[in-house]
């Protein structure tokens, strides 16, 4: 093979899969599918392979290769519905449509298979509604969502409820730094988002005893690792099948944050300068702490994105992973940083919300306004307030299918 697009042409991707073991019984749960380039060649390993592939302008189309071919090797090696197979996904691929000669096997793959689809928490930031529609597609087929490499970069932790994956992976480097005071603040976040939600904690490169133990002081009840098995085909005779929960979907969308928030929470009216401090309350808490949340906040319309509000969230988003500003007349970044979405005449228009979601904090302000004419001042608003971290999650969600994806150089093919 000459190039890339010939390894790409040829669907000359490899399957590989490391077992995934309960750490409890050490029965196999599971298999993660690895890929791998033709042997020897320049693009044997996955970090060449999609390096070459992205420079190539068909990442997308290596992502559904690397799936296709894992599904029909786990088909052709008897993985039924009770072994769990875990993929990764960029989510970016749900935008390609499957290539025609892989639907087949796709289609095999969401009828037989039970599948935990991995993903990567920066793609959030970068294209939240793609996530979000990737995430939905999975659960609408019976299968899961794993968030993976938690802890490689902080901001994974504000971003992971909006993912509400089903299983936790944490980072491998988090098992070589145990006493590092960073390691203590990802492990309690994704402690308190397990505990909250049931998700199940995976522990990634555990290698040794050590390593094995560390996994279970940090909540892992889940392994990976050459210490349980290095990739590999699958063995040609299953373990016993040992089935891996999977949470109830979230909420689908469809409401605004008032809608969702209003309907369990009391309502009161008053007018925008009552609100004022309250709204500037929850943005300061979006930009205090060591672990910075998500701000996401609806303006009406453009005139009221201030220039001082402007200053206030374009500071914010200098440290938070995700900062969004939606209002009528706002362009995709309003201030450099910050994600904007111009709204139309929707309902959402009519909302001024200002929501804050942290590994450890949660708050949305919700207020609708009632259409007063006169002064911006005393325009008066029917609003709630609540630090119900499961309400201001789903309110979040709501907002976060408007915001397009970040506009990258489209990449030359060669």
Known sequence: MQHIHDVLDLRAVTPVFQPLIDLATGRVLGYEALSRGPAGTAWESPMALFAAARAAGREAELD?????????????????????LFVNMEPTAWRAECPADLAPVVDQARHRLRVVTEMTERVIAEDPAALLSAAENCREAGWGVALDDVGADPMSLALMPFVHPDVVKLDMGLLRAPDDPATARVVAAVYAYAEASGAIVLAEGIETE???EIAGVMGATVGQGWHFGRPAPLPPVLPPAARLPLLPPPSRGGRTPFEIVSAVRPVTSTTKKQLMPLSRHLEALAGSGTEPPVLLACFQEARHFTAHTATRFERVARHSPLVAALGAGLTAEPVPGVRGACLGDDRLRGEWNVIVVGPHRAAALVARDLGDDGADGSRRFEFALTHDRGLVVEAARSLLHHLAPVQVPALLTS
């Not at 799936?67 to 072994?83: E, I, N, Q, T």
């Open 64 to 84: 559904w290769i690397c799936r296709a071919v894992a599904y029909r090797a786990a088909l052709a090696g008897g993985l039924g519905p009770d072994l769990t």
């Open 210 to 212: 050590r390593q094995l």
